[in-house]
């Protein structure tokens, strides 16, 4: 454990992931949306006005650096506590420590890496000293803190969520690296902007695990003329990624996602994997596939088999807790399942024509019978009157008609002749004449 020490000078002995950590909020790379000016958790440090809080987020993309800069910024006393290797004992003594600080009028803020390690018990011990703000508490965590934080304890913090950077924050990090690190700024590297921008998209959003893979990259490239001269072949060497220079933005981006979108519209379950292998293989994002699957899930199976939204969002969520590579089974699932399923464009087809009923009809009153009449004005205005409540009609269906008047009658939604929709179709021509009947016996 240590006080104010959280992190040391500039040492070129110290890894490039720990030289290049950045020493103020200008310097920061990513998470804009928290750490921009004038965004909320820019203004609270800027003003070393703190309350307790959690960093959650996957590894590599800025909770330690936030709390080092915290730690430089703050004149309150801050103390570095490992989940790892502290114990209750440990909680104890710095509780008191700070209890005495409290009294000399010093505050002390204490940051507890991966705190999810901490039992349930390790956690209780925090929630007096949060409460009567002996302590400001900041925890750092890759794991959800609604199930691995105490409701207690979390209740009296705030959460921020810290996002996998993305290829340009990587690749801005990597050009800053080359001008400013200690060691690599007075030596003279030639590498291109498209190996540059190969190695940020294999790191997967990990800053850390990029400026590592970056430091073995020139660490084991040949001096030519006092010049480092970076290989492509070498660079090949340390990703081990034969799909090396896929463009996330560029035109091979969108070919490959189309792809993977035709073939599992075609039921071509084959091509579907591989297309999807190429994208993750290459540095895709595996939430953007992931959301395009989930897509695809409605725009192209919708009710045919509404079993596939599920798995395709399932699949998502698995993306989001597990990231790559562990989540590429996942995704697998979901491409696969969908490929299989029977299709059906007809809920994009049914939106389609009512978004464009809707736009020429923004003015159209709705109906007065279905109107909500929460005040006596309302319902002397007739808001509600003649409403049919469906739950007290036989079979739960009236014939009531609920489109504007200029709109009734009109069809949307028209069910295939796939999967289960055979069976929606069947569900919606029996409602259909239940209603006619209704009407004819009034």
């Known amino acids: 454990m240590e006080t104010n020490k959280l992190f040391d000078a500039n040492s070129a002995l110290r890894p490039l992931s720990d030289r290049m950590r950045p020493k103020k909020l200008e310097d920061f790379v990513g998470q804009e949306h928290l750490v921009a000016k004038g965004k909320i958790l ?16 996957p590894p590599g993309v800025g909770k330690t650096t936030l709390a080092s800069i915290i730690a430089q910024k703050s004149h309150s006393c801050f103390v570095n506590f490992s989940a790892v290797t502290s114990g209750i ?7 008191k420590e700070a209890d005495e600080r409290l009294i000399m009028g010093q505050k002390t803020i204490l940051f507890v890496d991966e705190i999810h390690r901490f039992n349930k018990a390790q956690q209780d011990a925090f929630l007096p000293y949060v409460e009567k703000g002996s302590i400001v508490l900041i925890g750092a965590t890759t794991e959800n803190p609604s199930f691995e934080v105490n409701s207690a304890l979390l209740s009296r913090m705030r959460v921020f969520v810290l996002n996998a950077l993305s290829s340009e924050d990587l690749l801005k990090l990597l050009k800053r690296t080359l001008k400013e690190d200690v060691v690599f700024k007075d030596k003279k590297i030639k590498i291109s902007e498209e190996d540059l921008l190969a190695i940020a998209h294999f790191a997967h959003g990990d800053a850390r695990f990029c400026l590592n893979t970056f430091e073995m990259v020139i660490d084991n490239s040949p001096l030519e003329d006092d010049t480092i001269i970076v290989s492509r072949d070498l660079i090949k060497q340390v990703l081990n990624r034969r799909t090396l220079l896929y463009d996330k933005k560029g035109e091979e981006h969108y070919n490959l996602i189309s792809a993977l979108h035709k073939s599992m519209r075609n039921s071509d379950v084959q091509a579907a994997l591989y297309y999807l292998a190429r994208m993750l293989e290459g540095g895709e994002d595996p939430l953007y596939v992931a959301r395009r699957v989930v897509r695809f899930a409605c725009e192209d199976i919708g009710m045919a088999d509404s079993r596939a939204l599920e798995i395709a969002v399932a699949a998502y969520q698995a993306c989001h807790y597990l990231g790559m590579p562990e989540c590429n089974v996942h995704l697998s699932h ?3 399942y969908c490929s299989l399923a029977s299709k059906s464009n007809a809920l994009e087809s049914a939106y389609l024509k009512a978004k464009e009923d809707a736009l020429k009809t923004m003015e159209e009153p709705v109906p007065l019978h279905i109107r909500n009449a929460p005040t006596r004005l309302m319902k002397d205005l007739g808001y509600g009157k003649g409403y049919q409540y469906a739950h007290d009609f036989k079979g739960h269906i009236t014939s009531m008609s609920c489109l504007p008047d200029k709109l009734k009658g009109r069809i949307y939604y028209q069910p295939s002749d796939q999967g289960a929709e055979i069976k929606v179709d069947r569900k919606m021509k029996e409602i259909e004449n239940i209603k006619k009947q209704l009407k004819n016996t009034k």
């Open 334 to 336: 979901a491409v696969v």
């Open 42 to 57: 820019y203004e609270m440090i800027a003003r070393d006005e703190l309350s307790s809080m959690i960093f959650w987020g």
């Open 89 to 95: 004992k440990e909680i104890k003594a710095v509780m």
